[in-house]
């Protein structure tokens, strides 16, 4: 992977609360594309799963994926650019095997990488945090680095999807570029590596599906 700095991107001031929410150049407040799909989402299910496990259990499981999803994408982002990374701590060494898993089996997919935790926004509209915008397999593309607890179906992971397509449109709208292209790339605890791509009628479909649930996110709080 290959660093090539064709792109100005800005660095954004985040303000974490109830919302996270983004401070572009121009002054404006944005929500983050997390934050869109987060208060838009039915959260039956993890309800129920929170009741089934007790909140106790929930909440150490949430915590340990946060940490090792923290700790992967310094990995990847200290290799892009050239840097050492050594966590020894049992996460960071649990960490550093999903994400040599990850760059072994896609590595040689991406070539040119354009950065690595890019700020992003869609002027009037929402802003956030893209995990790398490269070339992979030939074409301008989102990319999102994701650790699991165990192997994901493509149906589980919408979310994921609708965020890769919100990214590009963003970079798209900032850059006057033509992404129409994401793939999630994906370790579980046991080094699964999976590989979600959204392209063409997908793609279309999911950048859509976040506009719509941008519309109700903004009607939420008015």
């Known amino acids: 992977m290959q660093l090539v700095k064709k792109y100005n991107y800005a660095e954004l001031k985040r303000q974490d609360g109830d919302s ?10 944005l929500p983050s594309v997390t934050t869109v799909l987060n208060k838009t989402k039915d959260k039956s299910f993890l309800k ?3 009741a089934k496990v007790g909140e106790a259990a929930a909440e150490k499981i949430i915590s340990d994926a946060g940490k090792i999803g923290t700790a992967l994408h310094l990995y990847i982002e200290r290799l892009v650019n050239e840097e ?3 966590d020894l701590t049992d996460i960071g060494i649990q960490a550093e095997k999903m994400a040599k898993k990850i760059i072994e089996e896609a590595g040689a997919d991406i070539t040119e990488v354009y950065g690595s935790e890019v700020h992003l926004y869609y002027p009037n509209k929402y802003a956030g945090t893209a995990d790398m915008i490269a070339m992979y397999k030939g074409k301008p593309t989102i990319i999102d680095f ?7 179906k493509r ?3 919408q979310d994921y999807l609708m965020q890769l397509a919100a990214y590009a449109q963003a970079h798209n709208a900032l850059f006057n570029t033509e992404i ?3 793939v999630v790339l994906m370790c579980s605890r046991d080094l699964t590596f999976q ?6 009628e997908k793609f279309t479909r999911a950048s859509d599906a976040f506009m719509k649930k941008l519309d109700l996110y903004n009607q939420s709080i008015l």
Do not use: H, M, V
Not at 146 to 152: E, F, G, L
């Open 20 to 29: 996270r929410l983004y401070l572009t150049p121009d002054g404006e407040s």
């Open 48 to 50: 129920q799963w929170r």
């Open 84 to 86: 050492k990374y050594l």
């Open 146 to 152: 994701k650790q699991t607890n165990r192997p994901k």
């Open 155 to 157: 149906e589980w992971i």
């Open 180 to 182: 129409e292209q994401g």
């Open 195 to 200: 590989r979600f791509e959204l392209t063409g």
